[in-house]
């Protein structure tokens, strides 16, 4: 079975462009997550979505981050302009939750996206 | 916020020596899962705690959940050059993950031959 896939591996732009990641999740994962991971930390949640909704976005910084999941599968991550500060990993996680029980399985992670912002 | 305090932050060790890294929040979750992540790739679970004074073992890992949810440990005995890497806790409040975790800054490891 094919894990989370993110895309591209890397990515160096330079201050005030944009830049855009994406996201498969594993087949039948309907809730996906966006994570930004900076250098010698923990994962802090950026955004969260079940089947094409965003649920908890209150850590997206709204003003240069967006986000879409149309369909419900795989998603895209925006930041523009990109500052220097934005320079992070930034990875994408996946779960089936079972809304009738109101659980959520196991999230798995995909590689992340290592940007650089110079 | 729900905080994650793990400790120690780093820790060098010789192979074959024993350690045990912990995870603590004056916060409840409903469950606890710990991830191991090596440079340039995600997180990867190892395994998920649920009630409060679980143990899990994992071949030479053994997972702890305390009793009033707050805290775990991972122990692992007799460590091995392969067990090198960064170590991640992390929580969810509600139903197992739906809602997002919140995970402590990780424990990086290093086991020397």
């Known amino acids: 079975e094919a894990g989370v896939v993110q895309s591209p591996r890397y990515k160096i732009i330079e201050k005030k462009q944009p830049v855009a990641f994406w996201c498969n999740p594993i087949?039948?994962?309907?809730?996906l997550y966006w994570y930004l991971q900076n250098l010698g930390q923990g994962p802090e949640l950026l955004i969260r979505?079940?089947?094409?909704?965003?649920?908890?976005d209150s850590q997206l910084p709204k003003d240069r981050f967006s986000a879409e999941r149309l369909k419900g599968v795989d998603s895209t991550l925006k930041i523009q302009p990109a500052e220097l500060g934005d320079s992070a990993v930034y990875l994408c996680?996946?779960?089936?939750?079972?809304?009738?029980?109101?659980?959520?399985?196991?999230?798995?992670f995909g590689p992340g996206t290592r940007l650089t912002v110079t | 916020t729900q905080l994650l305090e793990q400790s120690p932050q780093f820790l060098s060790i010789q192979e074959g020596e024993n350690l045990t890294v912990y995870c603590n929040s004056s916060?409840?979750?409903?469950?606890l899962q710990w991830y191991r992540q090596e440079p340039g790739e995600g997180p990867v679970l190892l395994v998920t705690?649920?009630?409060?004074?679980e143990v899990k073992k994992l071949k030479r890992l053994t997972f702890q959940f305390g009793d009033a949810r707050k805290d775990s440990s991972l122990h692992i005995t007799a460590a091995q050059t392969g067990d090198t890497g960064l170590y991640l806790c992390?929580?969810?409040?509600?139903?197992?993950?739906?809602?997002?975790?919140?995970f402590g800054k990780g424990t990086h490891l290093i086991i020397q031959p």
């Open positions: 996680a996946s779960s089936y939750t079972s809304w009738g029980s109101k659980s959520s399985y196991e999230q798995y």
């Open positions: 087949s039948g994962h309907n809730t």
């Open positions: 979505y079940e089947n094409e909704e965003a649920v908890d």
């Open positions: 916060s409840v979750f409903s469950s």
């Open positions: 705690v649920v009630t409060g004074g």
């Open positions: 992390a929580g969810a409040q509600y139903g197992g993950g739906a809602d997002g975790l919140t």
